[in-house]
T-cell receptor
């Protein structure tokens, strides 16, 4: 049982390049979330998916797209990376609709130059 | 406007003493609160939570207190241990919000041996 896994761990992009951050969970959780963490700002929600086939915007969705490929996988795509998207990205999942606790992956550190 | 605030960026305490981490919130719709702990280069891990129907929840060395009238919660760690040194995030959620979490900016705790 690996929990929540994220790939890659590190990535450097040039401005304008695109990439997809992958996230998978093996806990059969319904809900999945993408956050970014910036110094002094805590974690901010980018997008979330309450169930397979649904996605919704969080606090900071601009510049990102997501896909809930199946119940296990939730990917985050940057179509045209900008330096402002330099951050640490965390994926999380939630076990059921009565439990607020989210389980987090180890993160992806992204640098856009 | 930050809905969840952790006004102390850092805290240093002696091993064996009590650590008190504070969190304030502004949204009266929040009815569930969580504390997460984060080590460097790892994802946040759940520590303890409290529902708004309670004013205290205890789990071993960790106790969370909720003062709804003051919109304030605190995490007490007794006794503090060097392994508790980490960044602590307060998070809040509201019923009907798809279990989305709003995080504070974090407090870095250092427990000195």
């Amino acid at each position: 049982n690996a929990g929540v896994t994220q790939t890659p761990k590190f990535q450097v992009l040039k401005t304008g390049q695109s990439m997809t951050l992958q996230c998978a969970q093996d806990m059969n959780h319904n809900s999945m979330y993408w956050y970014r963490q910036d110094p002094g700002m805590g974690l901010r929600l980018i997008y979330y998916s309450a169930s397979e086939g649904t996605t919704d915007k969080g606090e900071v969705p601009n510049g990102y797209n997501v896909s809930r490929l199946n119940k296990r996988e939730f990917s985050l795509r940057l179509e045209s990376a900008a330096p402002s998207q330099t951050s640490v990205y965390f994926c999380a999942s939630n076990p059921d609709r009565t439990n607020y606790e989210q389980y987090f992956g180890p993160g992806t550190r992204l640098t856009v130059t | 406007d930050q809905q969840v605030k952790q006004n102390s960026p850092s805290l240093s305490v002696q091993e064996g003493r009590i650590s008190i981490l504070n969190c304030d919130y502004t949204n009266s719709m929040f009815d569930y609160f969580l504390w997460y702990k984060k080590y460097p280069a790892e994802g946040p891990t759940f520590l303890i939570s409290i529902s708004s129907i309670k004013d205290k929840n205890e789990d071993g060395r960790f106790t969370v207190f909720l003062n709804k009238s003051a919109k304030h919660l605190s995490l007490h760690i007794v006794p503090s241990q060097p392994g508790d040194s980490a960044v602590y995030f307060c998070a809040a959620s509201a019923s009907g919000s798809s279990y989305k979490l709003i995080f504070g900016s974090g407090t870095r705790l250092l427990v000195r041996p």
